[in-house]
């Protein structure tokens, strides 16, 4: 059973945390505690801020349209789950909803679309990435909101990736290996956090596979011998550094 059994709806509440604190409700919030969950005064919810943990906080005002949380008391203090980073280039609608949920699902904590040559997208709207990756958030237990970085283009992204990264390079051409153990035989290198990147669906172009097989911290990764479509390879690269370098073990 997973740790995080809710017995209460889990909210992100963009305000402060303290004892007996009270705290407005959007009117989106209101909506779903009052008229989708017919939550009443007094009704228990779940909230987290990114900054002071998980608290207990109760219904206090209601209205049809309005309505306010009275803060109780921490139920799980702040913690910071492993550097994962998700570069990857954008998709098209649903699909690139279903990587920005998936990505945060997966513990990224940061997410950047990266333009490449053969990227579908070149304009995506901040404000559906951030509503994807809080609906995640809420639901699989986080206690921080992922960063969303504005779409960079590829050579930009990789000249400012910071030194000191391991960046997964997922590469379609990569030759079969280990890649388990390719990235466990990192770890006595020691890094200082894990960026993962998936291209587009019609793949990296040559002069990037170069500049990335260039780069210092590049670990290219083989996702084994079937070509995987852009979101399926990015639940399954993050998965797999999950368990060999992150909080899975
Ligand atoms: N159009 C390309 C495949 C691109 S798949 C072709 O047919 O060759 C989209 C992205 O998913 C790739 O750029 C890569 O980042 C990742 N990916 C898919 N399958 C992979 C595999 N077997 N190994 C490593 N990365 C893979």
């Not at 945390?17 to 919030?29: H, I, M, N, Y």
């Not at 009052?34 to 219904?59: K, Q, T």
Request: with cysteine.
């Amino acid at each position: 059973m997973s740790r995080y059994e809710f017995d209460a709806p889990r909210l992100y509440l963009d305000a402060d945390f303290s004892p007996g604190a009270e705290a407005a409700l959007t009117r989106e919030q209101t909506n779903y505690l009052v008229n989708v969950l017919r939550l009443g005064p007094g009704g228990a919810i779940l909230v987290f801020n990114g900054r002071d943990g998980e608290w207990l906080a109760r219904l206090s005002v209601v209205t049809k349209k309005s309505a306010a949380l009275r803060l109780e008391k921490q139920r799980r203090p702040q913690e910071e789950g492993p550097d994962i980073q998700y570069a990857f280039a954008p998709l098209k609608h649903a699909r690139l909803d279903y990587i920005a949920q998936k990505a945060v699902e997966m513990g990224a904590r940061r997410l950047t679309p990266v333009l490449t040559a053969r990227t579908q997208i070149h304009r995506l709207n901040p404000g559906r990435l951030r509503a994807n990756a809080l609906e995640a958030a809420e639901q699989c237990g986080i206690l921080a909101l992922p960063e969303i970085d504005a779409p960079v283009a590829f050579d930009k992204w990789l000249a400012d990736l910071p030194g000191g990264r391991l960046l997964a390079f997922c590469d379609e051409d990569a030759p079969a290996g280990d890649p388990a153990a390719a990235l466990a035989g990192r770890i006595s290198s020691g890094f200082a956090g894990i960026t993962v990147l998936i291209g587009p669906e019609g793949g990296f172009d040559p002069r990037e596979r170069q500049a990335l097989l260039a780069a210092p911290g590049t670990l290219a990764i083989s996702l084994g011998p079937r070509i995987l479509r852009a979101d399926t390879a990015g639940v399954a690269a993050l998965a797999l550094v999950q368990s060999v370098l992150g909080d899975w073990r």
